[in-house]
Protein backbone atom coordinates (compact mmCIF):
# COMPACT_ATOMS: atom_id res chain seq x y z
CA UNK A 1 0.00 0.00 0.00
CA UNK A 2 1.28 3.75 -0.47
CA UNK A 3 2.99 5.44 2.11
CA UNK A 4 0.59 8.20 2.09
CA UNK A 5 -2.73 6.74 0.99
CA UNK A 6 -5.76 8.52 1.66
CA UNK A 7 -3.77 11.69 2.88
CA UNK A 8 -4.37 15.17 1.98
CA UNK A 9 -1.21 17.12 2.01
CA UNK A 10 -0.59 20.58 1.59
CA UNK A 11 2.97 22.11 0.40
CA UNK A 12 3.62 25.94 0.14
CA UNK A 13 6.38 26.86 -2.94
CA UNK A 14 5.71 24.21 -4.58
CA UNK A 15 6.09 24.92 -8.12
CA UNK A 16 10.02 24.12 -8.47
CA UNK A 17 12.19 22.83 -6.37
CA UNK A 18 12.31 21.20 -3.41
CA UNK A 19 8.48 21.91 -3.30
CA UNK A 20 7.94 20.47 -6.36
CA UNK A 21 9.75 17.33 -5.74
CA UNK A 22 7.98 16.77 -2.29
CA UNK A 23 4.63 17.44 -4.80
CA UNK A 24 5.35 14.64 -7.08
CA UNK A 25 6.94 12.09 -4.46
CA UNK A 26 3.67 12.52 -2.30
CA UNK A 27 1.33 12.17 -5.34
CA UNK A 28 3.29 8.47 -6.29
CA UNK A 29 2.92 7.49 -2.48
CA UNK A 30 -0.64 7.89 -2.69
CA UNK A 31 -1.78 11.83 -1.16
CA UNK A 32 -3.97 13.95 -2.39
CA UNK A 33 -1.73 16.97 -2.59
CA UNK A 34 -2.68 21.24 -2.84
CA UNK A 35 0.39 22.57 -4.28
CA UNK A 36 0.66 26.27 -3.29
CA UNK A 37 2.69 28.91 -4.90
CA UNK A 38 2.70 32.87 -5.72
CA UNK A 39 3.62 31.61 -8.95
CA UNK A 40 0.61 30.59 -10.69
CA UNK A 41 1.65 29.71 -13.72
CA UNK A 42 4.36 26.64 -13.26
CA UNK A 43 2.25 25.40 -9.87
CA UNK A 44 -0.25 24.78 -12.60
CA UNK A 45 1.49 23.27 -14.83
CA UNK A 46 3.14 21.21 -12.43
CA UNK A 47 -0.55 20.10 -11.23
CA UNK A 48 -1.89 19.14 -15.38
CA UNK A 49 1.62 16.82 -14.55
CA UNK A 50 0.61 15.05 -11.45
CA UNK A 51 -3.12 14.40 -12.26
CA UNK A 52 -6.16 14.67 -10.85
CA UNK A 53 -4.75 14.36 -7.29
CA UNK A 54 -3.28 17.45 -7.14
CA UNK A 55 -4.91 21.27 -7.05
CA UNK A 56 -3.52 24.26 -6.92
CA UNK A 57 -3.62 27.46 -4.62
CA UNK A 58 -2.71 30.69 -4.95
CA UNK A 59 -0.90 31.34 -1.51
CA UNK A 60 1.78 34.16 -1.00
CA UNK A 61 2.71 32.79 2.91
CA UNK A 62 3.61 36.28 4.21
CA UNK A 63 -0.01 37.04 3.68
CA UNK A 64 -2.49 36.19 6.43
CA UNK A 65 -5.45 36.65 4.19
CA UNK A 66 -3.91 33.95 1.49
CA UNK A 67 -3.77 31.25 4.39
CA UNK A 68 -7.20 32.44 5.62
CA UNK A 69 -8.09 31.67 1.53
CA UNK A 70 -6.05 28.10 1.22
CA UNK A 71 -7.76 27.29 5.03
CA UNK A 72 -11.32 27.95 3.61
CA UNK A 73 -10.60 26.18 0.23
CA UNK A 74 -9.29 23.32 2.26
CA UNK A 75 -12.14 22.51 4.81
CA UNK A 76 -14.62 22.91 1.82
CA UNK A 77 -13.06 20.37 0.05
CA UNK A 78 -11.95 18.08 2.07
CA UNK A 79 -13.18 18.44 5.84
CA UNK A 80 -9.57 18.31 7.41
CA UNK A 81 -6.00 18.48 6.47
CA UNK A 82 -3.21 15.78 7.57
CA UNK A 83 -0.11 16.79 5.75
CA UNK A 84 1.66 20.27 5.86
CA UNK A 85 5.01 21.08 4.46
CA UNK A 86 6.48 24.84 5.13
CA UNK A 87 9.01 24.60 2.45
CA UNK A 88 8.46 28.19 0.85
CA UNK A 89 11.50 30.32 1.34
CA UNK A 90 13.34 32.98 -0.03
CA UNK A 91 17.48 33.97 0.44
CA UNK A 92 16.63 37.62 -0.19
CA UNK A 93 19.77 37.72 -2.60
CA UNK A 94 17.11 37.72 -5.48
CA UNK A 95 14.21 39.49 -3.68
CA UNK A 96 15.72 42.29 -2.36
CA UNK A 97 18.13 45.35 -2.37
CA UNK A 98 20.31 44.31 0.52
CA UNK A 99 23.04 43.76 2.22
CA UNK A 100 22.82 41.20 4.46
CA UNK A 101 25.79 40.80 6.48
CA UNK A 102 25.60 41.77 9.99
CA UNK A 103 27.45 44.70 10.21
CA UNK A 104 25.73 46.41 6.78
CA UNK A 105 21.90 44.82 6.59
CA UNK A 106 19.32 46.87 5.16
CA UNK A 107 16.57 46.66 7.65
CA UNK A 108 13.85 46.27 4.76
CA UNK A 109 15.33 43.18 3.22
CA UNK A 110 15.82 41.84 6.74
CA UNK A 111 12.55 42.05 7.14
CA UNK A 112 11.43 40.70 3.65
CA UNK A 113 13.22 37.76 4.13
CA UNK A 114 11.84 37.24 7.74
CA UNK A 115 8.15 37.55 6.61
CA UNK A 116 8.59 34.75 3.83
CA UNK A 117 10.25 32.48 5.85
CA UNK A 118 9.37 32.98 9.53
CA UNK A 119 6.12 34.84 9.49
CA UNK A 120 5.21 32.41 6.60
CA UNK A 121 6.22 29.18 8.61
CA UNK A 122 4.39 30.40 11.87
CA UNK A 123 1.58 31.04 9.36
CA UNK A 124 1.14 28.22 8.49
CA UNK A 125 1.51 25.82 11.63
CA UNK A 126 -1.29 28.12 12.62
CA UNK A 127 -3.87 27.90 10.24
CA UNK A 128 -2.63 23.72 9.45
CA UNK A 129 -2.89 22.98 13.09
CA UNK A 130 -7.15 24.59 12.68
CA UNK A 131 -7.23 21.99 9.69
CA UNK A 132 -5.34 19.47 11.29
CA UNK A 133 -7.38 18.88 14.38
CA UNK A 134 -9.68 16.87 12.33
CA UNK A 135 -7.38 14.68 11.12
CA UNK A 136 -6.59 10.92 13.22
CA UNK A 137 -2.73 11.25 12.67
CA UNK A 138 -1.87 14.48 11.31
CA UNK A 139 2.12 16.25 10.75
CA UNK A 140 3.77 19.62 10.15
CA UNK A 141 7.36 19.31 8.17
CA UNK A 142 8.99 22.33 8.22
CA UNK A 143 11.82 22.78 5.54
CA UNK A 144 14.82 25.01 7.53
CA UNK A 145 18.15 24.78 6.45
CA UNK A 146 22.08 24.17 7.14
CA UNK A 147 21.70 27.62 7.73
CA UNK A 148 19.10 27.42 10.55
CA UNK A 149 21.81 25.82 12.85
CA UNK A 150 25.21 27.43 11.90
CA UNK A 151 26.04 31.09 10.87
CA UNK A 152 26.08 32.99 7.56
CA UNK A 153 28.12 35.62 7.47
CA UNK A 154 27.03 37.33 4.11
CA UNK A 155 23.21 36.43 4.55
CA UNK A 156 22.39 36.74 8.25
CA UNK A 157 18.51 37.22 7.20
CA UNK A 158 18.20 33.90 5.42
CA UNK A 159 19.78 32.18 8.67
CA UNK A 160 18.58 33.62 11.60
CA UNK A 161 14.80 33.13 9.46
CA UNK A 162 15.71 29.42 8.98
CA UNK A 163 16.94 29.40 12.78
CA UNK A 164 13.84 30.74 13.86
CA UNK A 165 11.93 27.81 11.68
CA UNK A 166 13.55 25.21 13.40
CA UNK A 167 13.08 26.27 17.00
CA UNK A 168 9.46 27.47 16.48
CA UNK A 169 9.19 23.61 15.18
CA UNK A 170 9.88 22.52 18.72
CA UNK A 171 6.94 24.90 19.80
CA UNK A 172 4.42 23.83 17.93
CA UNK A 173 5.83 20.00 18.42
CA UNK A 174 4.87 20.57 22.36
CA UNK A 175 2.29 23.01 22.03
CA UNK A 176 0.28 19.92 19.95
CA UNK A 177 1.01 17.24 22.46
CA UNK A 178 -0.09 19.24 24.75
CA UNK A 179 -3.15 20.05 24.03
CA UNK A 180 -3.49 16.41 22.93
CA UNK A 181 -3.48 17.33 19.01
CA UNK A 182 -3.32 14.15 16.76
CA UNK A 183 -0.67 16.32 15.37
CA UNK A 184 3.50 16.29 14.98
CA UNK A 185 5.93 18.49 13.92
CA UNK A 186 9.54 18.73 13.21
CA UNK A 187 11.85 20.46 10.71
CA UNK A 188 14.25 19.37 7.77
CA UNK A 189 17.65 21.41 7.46
CA UNK A 190 18.94 20.79 3.86
CA UNK A 191 22.50 21.79 2.84
CA UNK A 192 24.06 22.04 -0.16
CA UNK A 193 20.99 20.50 -2.34
CA UNK A 194 21.26 21.76 -6.13
CA UNK A 195 18.16 23.65 -6.73
CA UNK A 196 17.18 26.85 -9.10
CA UNK A 197 17.54 29.06 -5.54
CA UNK A 198 21.40 28.34 -5.79
CA UNK A 199 20.98 29.82 -9.35
CA UNK A 200 22.16 33.47 -8.51
CA UNK A 201 25.24 32.46 -6.81
CA UNK A 202 26.38 29.44 -9.14
CA UNK A 203 26.36 31.32 -12.01
CA UNK A 204 26.18 29.58 -15.71
CA UNK A 205 28.37 27.42 -18.06
CA UNK A 206 32.04 26.59 -16.93
CA UNK A 207 31.64 28.89 -14.24
CA UNK A 208 28.60 27.04 -12.53
CA UNK A 209 30.25 23.77 -13.71
CA UNK A 210 33.62 25.19 -11.47
CA UNK A 211 31.34 26.76 -8.71
CA UNK A 212 29.61 23.20 -8.03
CA UNK A 213 33.09 20.75 -7.99
CA UNK A 214 34.59 23.53 -5.61
CA UNK A 215 31.13 22.61 -3.16
CA UNK A 216 31.26 18.83 -3.63
CA UNK A 217 34.83 19.12 -2.56
CA UNK A 218 33.86 20.18 1.20
CA UNK A 219 31.38 17.42 1.41
CA UNK A 220 31.89 14.45 2.97
CA UNK A 221 30.01 12.36 0.43
CA UNK A 222 31.70 14.27 -2.39
CA UNK A 223 28.56 15.61 -4.49
CA UNK A 224 25.63 18.06 -4.05
CA UNK A 225 22.04 16.53 -3.02
CA UNK A 226 19.33 17.08 -5.29
CA UNK A 227 15.53 17.66 -4.53
CA UNK A 228 14.59 14.54 -3.99
CA UNK A 229 16.87 13.46 -1.10
CA UNK A 230 15.11 15.70 1.01
CA UNK A 231 11.87 14.52 -0.85
CA UNK A 232 12.70 11.03 0.91
CA UNK A 233 13.08 12.55 4.24
CA UNK A 234 9.95 14.60 3.71
CA UNK A 235 8.17 11.40 2.95
CA UNK A 236 9.21 9.49 6.42
CA UNK A 237 8.27 12.37 8.76
CA UNK A 238 4.90 12.79 6.97
CA UNK A 239 4.24 9.37 6.82
CA UNK A 240 2.53 7.38 9.89
CA UNK A 241 6.00 5.27 9.75
CA UNK A 242 7.15 8.09 11.99
CA UNK A 243 3.86 8.65 14.36
CA UNK A 244 6.70 8.30 17.50
CA UNK A 245 8.79 11.13 15.62
CA UNK A 246 8.18 15.01 17.05
CA UNK A 247 10.17 18.04 17.56
CA UNK A 248 13.79 17.01 15.74
CA UNK A 249 15.48 18.71 13.27
CA UNK A 250 16.45 15.84 10.15
CA UNK A 251 19.78 16.96 8.63
CA UNK A 252 19.61 16.34 4.82
CA UNK A 253 23.38 17.65 3.97
CA UNK A 254 26.15 14.74 2.81
CA UNK A 255 28.02 14.89 6.32
CA UNK A 256 28.21 18.21 6.38
CA UNK A 257 27.32 18.98 9.58
CA UNK A 258 28.91 16.09 10.84
CA UNK A 259 32.06 18.81 11.23
CA UNK A 260 33.97 18.93 8.08
CA UNK A 261 32.50 22.40 7.54
CA UNK A 262 32.50 24.25 10.19
CA UNK A 263 31.19 27.57 8.34
CA UNK A 264 29.63 27.05 5.36
CA UNK A 265 29.59 30.07 2.81
CA UNK A 266 25.70 29.94 1.63
CA UNK A 267 22.84 27.62 2.38
Avoid at 100 to 129: F, M
Amino acid sequence: MPRLNNKIALITGAARGIGAAVATCFIEQGATVIITDKNAEEAQKLCDTLGDRAYFHLLDVSEESHWQAVEAFVQTEFGRLDILVNNAGITGFLETVGPHDPEHLDLASWHTVQRTNSDGVALGCKYGIRLMKASQAASIVNISSRSGLVGIPAAAAYAASKAAVRNHSKSVALYCAQQGYPIRCNSVHPGAILTPMWDAMLGEGEAREAAIAGIAADIPVGHMGNAMDVAYAVLYLASDESAYVTGIELNIDGGILAGSSAAPKSS
